[in-house]
Each structure stands twice: as structure tokens, then as C-alpha cells.
């Protein structure tokens, strides 16, 4: 698989779950529940705050931008600025979020890290370290064309 091929599906998964957060704002406080929000934004939601909606948006436009920048690196789409540098943070803060849910759970009680199962550490890890891989390999693998 060539650094192009592996930027498309990094960017695929950016949107994935980009959209993903978009439909948890529709899906209510049992969605941001399920996908671990935390019990403090499902009630903020139920009580009709706007904050977690907000939030979450947030989230999902910065992953939507995300995805744009790897169609960028890939040629997919118009060169964007600071593209080394938004590949090379933008994997870092996958595999950081990745790597350090496959750890806190396990070295922490901190009530941000607790409110969540396990079972939701390990996956939501595994999932933003892949997605990491993902960036990480496809801008390696293309790194000269990116010059």
C-alpha cells in the first residue's frame, strides 16, 4: 500500500468520525453515553444545554478538517497550508490519544478516566491509534511529495 492509498483511508477515517460526532448530537444523551461523552454531558444534554452540542460540533469540524488535510497530502484535493505540519500534529494527537487510553485506565482513578469502562478505553484506543498508523505510514510513505 503506497503513502497516497494510506492518506485516503486516514482521511476516510477522519470523516468516519467526524460524522460520527454529528450524529451523536442528533442521537441525544443516550448516544453521548454510549460513545463515552460522560454521564456530565449526556445530562447537560437532557437538560437541554446547548454546550455539549456545541462540543461535540466542535469535534467533529476539527476531524472534517482533518480529513481534508490528509485529501490534501494525498493530491486528492488543493494543496493546504502548513501541510507537513498538520500531518505531523495531527498524527501525534491520534497516537497520543491512542496510546495513552491503552494506559491510563490502568494507572489512574482520575474521575475524566473512570467514567468510562474499560472495554470503551481499549476500543476508542485502538481505533485513534490506528487511525494514527494510518497518518503516520501515509505521510512517511509520501513525504517527499509533499515538498
Do not use: D
Not at 501525534?92 to 482520575?110: C, E, N, Q, W
Amino acid at each position: 500500500m503506497n503513502g497516497q492509498t494510506q492518506l485516503i483511508i486516514a482521511a476516510c477515517c477522519s470523516f468516519i468520525a467526524s460524522l460520527l460526532h454529528v450524529a451523536i448530537v442528533f442521537g441525544g444523551p443516550g448516544w453521548y453515553r454510549f460513545f463515552g461523552a460522560g454521564e456530565q454531558m449526556a445530562k447537560m444534554a437532557e437538560m437541554g444545554s446547548k454546550q455539549p452540542m456545541i462540543t461535540t460540533l466542535i469535534i467533529a469540524t476539527i476531524l472534517a478538517v482533518w480529513g481534508l488535510y490528509a485529501l490534501s497530502a494525498a493530491g486528492v484535493i488543493v494543496r493546504l497550508p502548513l501541510l507537513k505540519t498538520a500531518l505531523v500534529l495531527i498524527t501525534l494527537v491520534y497516537l497520543v490519544r491512542g496510546l495513552a487510553g491503552l494506559i491510563l485506565p490502568f494507572v489512574t482513578s482520575h474521575p475524566a478516566i473512570t467514567q468510562n469502562s474499560v472495554t470503551f478505553w481499549m476500543v476508542s484506543s485502538v481505533i485513534c491509534t490506528s487511525f494514527g498508523l494510518f497518518y503516520l505510514l501515509g505521510t512517511l510513505n509520501h513525504w517527499s511529495e509533499l515538498s
